[in-house]
Antibody, heavy 116, light 107 residues
Framework: QAQLVQSGGEVKKPGASVKVACKAS????????ISWVRQAPGQGLEWMGW????????RYAQKFQGRVTVTTDTSTSTAYMELRSLRFDDTATYYC?????????WGQGTPVTVSS | EIVVTQFPATLSVSPGETATLSCGAS??????VAWYQQKPGQAPRLLIY???TRATGIPARFSGSGSGTEFTLTISSLQSEDFAVYYC??????????FGGGTKVEI
């Protein structure tokens, strides 16, 4: 059974960066991609970006281009999402997901609060 | 960007009834649509992919249909654990994805 376990919640000041980790287990990591999705409090789901765990190819939502970087460490089956220049409206729960066609496994979510 | 629209935003139903949720795409996405269920405080769960294929372990009372720009999720004989928010998502522009705004199914 695949499982994605994310790092713990973060509190950051505006302008700072946050890096969220997502450790995968229970499947062959480099066969699938990892997508990152966020959800602001009381709001819907928003796709941020994707990385191929096979060759490192990435694709980002236009909204986050230049501000987000997703990476993987295949030696530890871990994916990372770094978001820079944080704003108050980046306060959200950030999810990593296993990306085949659809998103079939989700991490538990990492709450990120941006507060001065 | 492909825009995905869900309606209604809220659906009030009673246990045992059938709920019909709708999803539309701004351009054809063929059958590249998935549906997710999210309960408060939990991560979303994949219900349907390929517009009509149930994910592993999903009960048969959940069914999906549609192609092109119009899609439907039907939940038959609603049970108490089915009251949740449901999201439609297109992946025709894979790996770029877009989600609908969600439909809350409430009593």
């Amino acid at each position: 059974q695949a499982q994605l376990v994310q790092s713990g919640g973060e509190v950051k000041k505006p302008g700072a960066s946050v890096k969220v980790a997502c450790k995968a287990s229970g499947y062959i990591f480099n066969i699938y991609g990892i997508s990152w999705v966020r959800q602001a409090p009381g709001q819907g789901l928003e796709w941020m970006g994707w990385i191929s765990a096979y060759n490192g190819d990435t694709r980002y939502a236009q909204k986050f281009q230049g501000r987000v970087t997703v990476t993987t460490d295949t030696s530890t089956s871990t994916a990372y999402m770094e978001l820079r220049s944080l704003r108050f409206d980046d306060t959200a729960t950030y999810y990593c997901t296993r990306a085949g066609d659809a998103l079939d496994y989700w991490g538990q979510g990492t709450p990120v609060t941006v507060s001065s | 960007e492909i825009v995905v629209t869900q309606f209604p935003a809220t659906l009030s139903v009673s246990p045992g009834e059938t709920a019909t949720l709708s999803c539309g795409a701004s351009q054809s996405v063929r059958n590249n649509v998935a549906w997710y269920q999210q309960k408060p405080g939990q991560a979303p769960r994949l219900l349907i992919y390929g517009a009509s294929t149930r994910a592993t372990g999903i009960p048969a009372r959940f069914s999906g249909s549609g192609s092109g720009t119009e899609f439907t999720l039907t939940i038959s004989s609603l049970q108490s654990e089915d009251f949740a928010v449901y999201y439609c998502q297109q992946y025709d522009d894979w790996p770029a994805l877009t989600f609908g705004g969600g439909t809350k199914v409430e009593i």
